[in-house]
DNA sequence: CTGAAAGCGCTTACAG
DNA sequence: CTGAAAGCGCTTACAG
């Protein structure tokens, strides 16, 4: 039914093997050779079926992105991101939602899923390194997000720490002096929430403030858990100047609930936040946070993934290369 | 090199056709054999191919969606909600960003990208009705979004002229009289703009309220050309009491610029928007808008689309679901 | 209930 | 530069 090779082929009156010359830009055809193929495929309306493509190559020419939701803007974002740069380089992305579920994530690791795509970005949050190392295939896998770190694993880093120290040590140079940690508990010192509390504690240890743990509130990683907890901390009765959000939608919610307590920002209480998703610009007052080089992650991430995927010799070192971040003061904490 | 078909029915002790009725779960199967060849599976750690199956059966079990952009909130939440009702249903969705390039939706519509799917979700910015039905292959598309409208083409609606004007009778209602509209021209009838349009003048006219060219304030349905929008309008100093964004980027834009120039919002400015976004929750203060059934729409449009792909009967007539929508107010106008 | 054969539409060695 | 043949890993009639 569907226009095959074979018909482009009897309308030129050439072989198959011809045709598929054409078709993936094979050097050496006769020039009047190539103009009746591309002629006939241009007279039958010929599309080449991706599906026989990757059945008889062993290349689906698709990249698997594991993420917890797209509704999450963060998420949105740097999947926008990797989709443009994986088609500049000829690749398609095919997106999983793992809604934060274990069994999910073990599933598109290992399930038929891996048999659609080449290789796999993976932005863990409920499996650890060994669980990962256990269920995944030999197919290429790039880690994203830093819920894990090992040394077995190629993935992109974020530089949380230095980004982290670099917001609090922004906010202390402000004069605030009681930060609240919004999205943390006390003692954490891994996943995106330890590794930037402990940025926090670094920067307040550098200017002689004392960490005081009552400051530190765990919670949801959305803005309705930035809310909550604000909310709580406020009814706690214990005292603060400013608020450090983990990520910009814990700020946004924290945020929100100052407000829609009466509490001026950024003259009572100034906040900051971490991603500088679009959004940030545009809340009112603007947002302080740390822009981790979305745009910087996604290249790297891709090519790597990329890279090996394409590489003859796959023995090569695990690589972890680490993406800039950047400091964007606005209103909320001048 | 992968484990195979084949390689599970030799440990088996079955033929191929066992292997594969086991697999899709053919009734007639005598459990002892079932058991065999589940326990053969399982020991050599066997995967379904399925470009192989893909191939064969002419089914990808995938769903295109094609999009302007992820970053694009309203969008990510759409394709979420669509991925999650697809998957549901024993589909994937791969996803493809226009860019809100005409050229890259032409693609979409007829090159290889549809070799991949079995049908298409497709939400139009630059293409027409014309340029869609002259692109379209023969596979099965449904339309999403307002951009276009057209009898012989699959569509999911919103009801943007009676939500809009739910929108507008509800600022009437609280007593604003000149409320401007950012995100179209005066004059537009079509697309989500103009239709919205349409409701804001019919609100306008059954209150008795007369309909004046300069609160419309054409721009790009962004954050920054919401806020762009009101900066134009505050200083050409039309006189204004409420702002009505076509959608909630907009919205959100303008509500950003009114605070910035020192409005107070509501009190001098009641402000609104369209869409519900999980931000405008979260806007401070929190933002007024109209829900349009994001829900409805990606489980209508889903199930729609299935139906086509699955049925044996294509000359079915054309369906145009409508999704119900629902006035959100919260204190940009109360 | 199960088997042996054909074939989906390509690409890949192998010849020439 | 081009051809004829094999085969990627499944599912689908067709038998029995």
């Known amino acids: 039914m569907a226009v095959t090779m074979n018909d482009v ?104 899923f891996r048999t659609l795509t ?44 230095r980004a982290a120290a670099a917001v609090t040590t922004h906010l202390l140079a402000g004069g605030r002096r009681r930060i609240a940690v919004v999205g943390a508990h006390d003692g954490d010192t891994t996943g ?10 670094a920067a307040l240890a550098d200017a002689g403030v004392e960490y005081d743990p009552a400051l530190v ?19 706690s009765g214990v005292e603060f100047d400013a608020v450090f959000g983990l990520n910009d939608a814990l700020a946004l919610g924290a945020l929100h609930e100052l407000l829609v307590r009466g509490k001026k920002v950024p003259q009572q209480v100034a ?11 545009f809340a009112s007052p603007s947002l302080t946070t740390v822009a981790p080089g979305r745009a910087e992650i996604a290249e790297r991430a891709v090519e790597l993934l990329i890279n090996r995927i394409e590489s003859k010799t796959p023995a090569a070192k695990v690589q972890q290369p680490e993406a800039a971040f950047e400091l964007r003061v606005r209103q909320s904490a001048p």
């Open 118 to 161: 080449d290789g796999l970005l993976f932005i863990p949050l409920a499996l650890d390194a060994e669980q990962i190392i256990a269920a995944a295939g030999k197919k290429p896998l790039v880690l994203l997000g830093e819920y894990v770190q090992d040394p077995r694993l190629d993935m992109v880093l974020i530089q949380n720490h």
């Open 271 to 281: 906040v900051a936040g971490f991603d500088d998703i679009d959004e940030a610009r």
């Open 192 to 201: 995106s929430g330890g590794l930037r509390l402990e940025g926090y504690k």
């Open 9 to 112: 082929a009897r309308v030129a009156g050439v072989s198959l093997k011809t045709v598929s010359n054409v078709i993936n830009n094979y050097e050496f055809i006769r020039p009047t050779t190539k103009q009746r193929v591309l002629d006939a495929i241009d007279e039958l309306g010929y599309e080449t079926n991706l599906t026989a493509r990757s059945l008889r190559s062993g290349k689906t020419s698709m990249l698997g992105l594991v993420l917890a939701d797209l509704s999450i803007p963060y998420y949105a974002e740097l999947a926008s991101d990797i989709m443009k740069v994986a088609w500049a380089r000829g690749y398609r992305v095919l997106v999983e939602q793992s809604g934060n579920e274990p069994d999910h994530e073990k599933a598109a690791l290992q399930g038929q």
């Open 217 to 235: 509130v765990p919670c949801d990683w959305r803005r309705d858990g930035g809310a909550d907890a604000i909310a709580r901390l406020l009814d």
